[in-house]
């Protein structure tokens, strides 16, 4: 199972950016699929979860401003990211599970940087 995530970039504080993270090489159907960041000193942060239902979870430093969805048909999860502030800067990884197995899949991640 290879997760890819793309969409990020340098941004002024205020904007927006749109994430994406692709599953691929299974079968399998998606249980839910959830966003972290990894922040400088390698603390990472759980952002978002979506399951195949569409029912979401936030953390609160993002409720508000961020908004997760899920195409099952693409196996696709995106992170809409809206007022993005300079604390926002950090790498974004997504993990998916699969229906049938406990194995926990990660992306390699995306780098947002917001400039103040």
């Known amino acids: 199972v290879h997760l890819e995530e793309s969409g990020g970039g340098l941004v002024h504080a205020g904007n927006s950016l749109r994430l994406s993270c692709v599953a691929s090489?299974?079968?399998?159907?998606?249980?839910?699929m959830a966003w972290h960041r990894q922040l400088p000193g390698n603390q990472r942060e759980w952002i978002a979860t979506?399951?195949?239902?569409?029912?979401?979870n936030y953390a609160d430093s993002v409720k508000g401003r961020f908004t997760v969805s899920i195409d099952n048909a693409k196996s696709t999860t995106y992170l809409q990211m809206n007022g993005l502030k300079p604390e926002d800067t950090a790498v974004y990884r997504c993990?998916?599970?699969?229906?049938?197995?406990?194995?926990?899949?990660w992306g390699l991640g995306t780098q947002v940087t917001v400039s103040s």
């Open positions: 993990n998916a599970h699969f229906v049938g197995t406990l194995n926990d899949y």
């Open positions: 090489g299974t079968d399998s159907s998606i249980n839910d």
């Open positions: 979506v399951n195949s239902a569409g029912i979401t």
